[in-house]
């Protein structure tokens, strides 16, 4: 069984600074790791994900991760925020047994201060 | 691709009444996922069909819950009953198999029981 832990709730940021989203998770087994994004009124909307090679990822509208294994951490970071980057984000991860179900954290809403 | 489409997208029942939402996969996806999100938390893994085959189903899943994939196409999620308790969010999801493919999210069934 896997779980994952979003530490943070909400997280206000000024325009412009760099924000950082904290993501652990517990598994007895090896894991994929994913960040989504839920804009209001939209469907989860996949930003990156991690399943194997360089622990640093990169995905979309300048968000990256880092894997790292030690501390079972995916923590998700932006250099320069928009207030476009108002939205709910949930950290996951999958077994690689192959069903491919994901185990959702309860989320942080991040919200940009203009 | 017209993306994962679900309807309705609010349903307002009393409780006690049976509800049935449908799921439109991306059309090529040979798997489906259910997910049911409550207030404050992150998306709970309900139950997922590889093609026409339902594979696993969450303990989250009562009997009062049913799902089907007829000829692997489309997917209906069936509450009897209704109770209070089942007010959420219902996401359903697509993907081919595989670690490496991606998952869509539909904008979900909003579901309030009176």
């Known amino acids: 069984a896997q779980s994952v832990t979003q530490l943070d709730s909400q997280v206000p940021v000024f325009e412009e600074a760099p924000v950082e989203l904290r993501c652990n998770y517990s598994?007895?087994?090896?894991?994929?790791l994913f960040w989504y994004v839920q804009y209001p009124n939209q469907g989860l909307q996949l930003l990156l994900k991690y399943l194997s090679g360089s622990t640093l990822v990169k995905g979309i509208n300048g968000f990256e991760a880092e894997f790292n294994k030690s501390q079972t951490s995916f923590h998700l970071r932006k250099p320069s925020v928009h207030i476009s980057d108002t939205a709910e984000y949930f950290c996951a991860v999958s077994s690689n047994f192959g069903n491919e179900k994901l185990t959702f954290g309860t989320g942080t809403r991040l919200t940009i201060i203009p | 691709d017209t993306g994962v489409s679900q309807n309705p997208r609010h349903k307002i029942t009393k409780r006690g009444q049976n509800v049935t939402f449908r799921c439109d996969p991306i059309s090529e996806h040979n798997r489906l996922y259910w997910y049911r999100q409550t207030l404050g938390q992150g998306p709970e893994f309900l139950t997922y069909f590889q093609n026409e085959a339902q594979l696993e189903k969450s303990r989250l899943l009562s009997d009062r819950f049913s799902a089907e994939r007829p000829k692997g196409s489309f997917s209906t999620l069936e509450i009897q009953r209704t109770e209070q308790g089942d007010s959420a969010m219902y996401l359903c999801?697509?993907?081919?198999?595989?670690?490496?493919?991606?998952?869509?999210f539909g904008q979900g069934t909003r579901l309030t029981v009176v």
């Open positions: 598994s007895s087994v090896s894991v994929y």
């Open positions: 999801a697509s993907s081919l198999a595989g670690v490496s493919a991606r998952t869509f």
